[in-house]
Nanobody, 123 residues
């Protein structure tokens, strides 16, 4: 069982930056693939970024070049550095863990989810 707790969300102006964190419980964090997803009001949850157990990354086209996903296995923590934020990035951001260590873009492939953290970007 893995428990995930996100933090770092908030209100920021367009063009600003935020760093989200996701603290994971359990001793198997380093073997899991991890992902970030987001859900805006009235929209479906969408893929943002994912990182494999070995550090390989995949990004959604909408965030490529602006967001960076990373992990610190010693701290059991996943990060999402978000730069050049846009109003359309406004959403609840969720971290997720996948027991297979390989990246995946679809939410159904993830076994564990956090409760989410709100990111609001004002124009």
């Amino acid at each position: 069982q893995v428990q995930l707790v996100e933090s770092g969300g908030g209100l920021v102006q367009a063009g600003g930056s935020l760093r989200l964190s996701c603290a994971a419980s359990g001793r198997t964090f380093s073997s899991y693939a991890m992902g970030w997803f987001r859900q805006a009001p009235g929209k479906e949850r969408e893929f943002v970024a994912t990182i494999s157990w070995a550090g390989g990354t995949v990004y959604a086209d909408s965030v490529k070049g602006r967001f960076t996903i990373s992990r610190d296995n010693a701290k059991n923590t996943l990060y999402l550095q978000m730069n050049s934020l846009k109003p359309e990035d406004t959403a609840v951001y969720y971290c997720a863990a996948r027991s297979s260590g390989f990246v995946h873009r679809e939410s159904y492939a993830y076994n564990y989810w956090g409760q989410g953290t709100q990111v609001t970007v004002s124009s």
